[in-house]
């Protein structure tokens, strides 16, 4: 429990420090962003072209998922990196990064668009996963195989939460039919197929020909993801290298965490990190009753 605080806490607390190091040489007119696609599609696409608008400077969008995110920012071969998750940090590739968490993002049950189911409750969820739930009709479908898709490896930003927050054991094996090296190929699955079900970012779904269902009967809309009334979500993180940042990145964090910043990520759709600091405890009471059904199960 210590440690999610932290993970979601920690760099808020820490953040105005970044404008006060001293910088690194300059980069130039341009910065170059890599990491989560799902924080890309939240707000990163937006912020970017406002922030060029504003100042000038161009920021380079550029994918890999969050693990690059993470690792490439430390080393200082990106500037800024987009991660969904937390850096982990018994990992020594990852343990010197500094997160800076800016938005909330909603992980999404996703299905194909002729499938008629509309709500997954929590516990079929778990059990979904688990492989104790594998045809439609326990869901209350039709009969027939449900085939679900997962990421690869147990370390992706929507795998490592759903291990964290639904299981609390970051090494709980998933029961998939697909295992997907990355969110885009999982998403186009689900599409394709009806038969389909996988989890993914709302912000990456909501872009996709797929079906999004209910959680526990509420759907993730902007006011049920702000008030933690929908029950899967996680922080987005900026990543840097903290206090050798260039001064231009740190100008960028800056403006992200402004209430110009809040305001685009809002037009966006996705809630601000500040408007929903509640959901840090949420979601330690959510792990600590996934620890303690583990316990028991």
């Known amino acids: 429990m210590k440690s999610i605080i932290f993970a979601f806490a920690l760099p808020v607390l820490l953040a105005p420090l970044l404008v006060t190091a001293k910088p690194l040489a300059p980069i130039g007119n341009e910065l170059i962003w890599a990491g989560c696609g799902i924080t890309k599609k939240a707000f990163m696409?937006?912020?970017a072209r406002a922030y060029e608008a504003k100042t000038g400077i161009k920021i380079t969008l550029q994918g890999g998922g969050a693990t690059k995110g993470i690792r490439k920012a430390i080393?200082?071969?990106?500037n800024i990196g987009g991660a969904c998750r937390a850096a982990i940090e018994s990992d020594p590739q990852e343990r010197a990064a500094y997160q800076v968490p800016v938005a909330w993002d909603a992980l999404v049950v996703i299905v194909n668009k002729k499938n008629p189911v509309d709500n997954i409750t929590f516990d079929q969820l778990k059990g979904l996963y688990l492989?104790?739930?594998k045809n439609w009709k326990v869901l209350g479908g039709p009969d027939r195989p449900i085939e679900l898709y997962?990421?690869?490896g147990k370390i992706s930003g929507v795998g490592r939460t759903l291990r964290e927050i639904v299981f609390a054991n970051f090494n709980q094996e998933f029961r998939g039919k697909y295992e997907m090296k990355s969110s885009g190929p999982l998403e186009k699955?689900?599409?394709?197929?009806?038969?389909?079900i996988a989890t993914t970012g709302v912000s990456s779904a909501k872009r996709r020909d797929v079906k999004i269902l209910k959680l526990e009967g509420h759907a993730p809309t902007f006011e049920n993801i702000k008030s933690g009334n929908y029950l899967l979500y996680r922080p987005l993180y900026l990543v840097t290298q903290g206090f050798k940042?260039?001064?231009r990145v740190k100008d960028f964090i800056t403006?992200?965490?402004?209430?110009?910043?809040?305001?685009?990520?809002?037009k966006a759709?996705?809630?601000?990190?500040s408007d929903a600091i509640h959901l840090v405890m949420k979601q330690v009471e959510q792990y600590e009753r996934a620890a303690m059904q583990g316990l028991y199960r």
């Open 75 to 78: 080393k200082g071969e990106i």
């Open 189 to 196: 699955g689900v599409v394709a197929n009806i038969n389909g």
């Open 150 to 152: 997962t990421r690869r």
């Open 131 to 133: 492989g104790k739930i």
């Open 269 to 273: 759709g996705t809630v601000p990190y």
């Open 45 to 47: 696409k937006e912020l």
């Open 245 to 247: 940042s260039d001064q």
């Open 255 to 266: 403006f992200a965490l402004s209430r110009e910043g809040r305001e685009i990520i809002r």
